[in-house]
């Protein structure tokens, strides 16, 4: 009988994790500028801290410790989520000191944010969009859905191993992170990306094209590109000049064709 009743505890507090990881998918639907995703942390945390703590005064005591700022980036909810969990239960059996995990837990945000921004937003979207529209222009609208297809059910699979593992190893979890070494797989992306937008130049560029108008076109992107890099130039001016480069380079074009022959 006992055995049946610990099963079933099991199998409640299982469910209960489950509602909180699909609940990671409405985080940012309570978005305010005072604790960004605070709230819709705490509501994905409170089916999880329903089953761990059993009093209403340590549930509403767990609660209060989400109710902080929190801000992390969205495809790694989950993996975060699953890591309070973990430490919770921790907490709820007295191996833990309620009062380190603010700072850790914020400590751990801020470095997921920031390798989220650089792997997800900074490198595979963009992977994803430009690998897009090469494959549309290019006359493959059916290898384009697949690509997109692909890509939505890797995040998908990213998002549940990352909670899974976050729920059973906590903290430990993050030193396998580690060893994943994101930033520099960020770096290779994005080396693809610029292959990439090769591409779609040579897709769009207006027909018939000479070597040397792509090279202009090049050395132009990659002198603004310094310059940007380096902060002496911000974006927007960056990309004004450019788009003023491009409106201006018929006229360019006419000038060294008509002075040097070209």
């Not at 089916?47 to 005064?57: E, T, V």
């Not at 009062?99 to 963009?126: E, N, P, Q």
């Not at 690998?131 to 997109?148: E, H, K, M, V």
């Amino acid at each position: 009988m006992a055995h049946g009743l610990s099963r079933i505890h099991a199998d409640t507090r299982t469910m209960a994790f489950l509602r909180s990881f699909l609940r990671c998918y409405l985080t940012g639907a309570a978005f305010n500028t005072r604790g960004m995703q605070n709230i819709g942390l705490m509501y994905a945390m409170l089916p999880g801290l329903r089953a761990i703590h059993k009093d209403r005064r340590e549930l509403r005591t767990a609660l209060k410790r989400y109710a902080r700022h929190y801000q992390s980036h969205p495809f790694w909810t989950p993996c975060m989520v699953g890591i309070l969990l973990n430490v919770e239960t921790t907490i709820s059996a007295g191996h833990f000191p309620p009062a380190m995990l603010a700072k850790v837990r914020d400590t751990t945000s801020y470095t997921l944010s920031a390798i989220g921004d650089s792997v997800f937003a900074g490198s595979l979207l963009i992977f994803w969009a430009l690998l897009t529209i090469c494959l549309l222009l290019s006359g493959n609208p059916a290898a384009a859905f697949a690509l997109g297809l692909f890509m939505l059910l890797g995040l998908q699979v990213f998002r549940a191993y990352t909670f899974t593992c976050g729920v059973r190893q906590g903290f430990k979890f993050l030193e396998r992170l580690k060893r994943w070494d994101l930033i520099n797989w960020g770096r290779r992306v994005k080396y693809a990306n610029a292959a990439l937008l090769l591409w779609l130049w040579i897709l769009i560029w207006p027909r018939p094209y000479r070597w040397w108008e792509m090279l202009i076109g090049v050395a132009a992107l990659m002198f603004f590109a310094r310059y940007v890099r380096t902060g002496l130039l911000s974006r927007v001016l960056a990309v004004a000049v450019f788009v003023g480069f491009i409106e201006l380079f018929p006229w360019i074009e006419a000038t060294a064709r008509n002075g040097f022959g070209l």
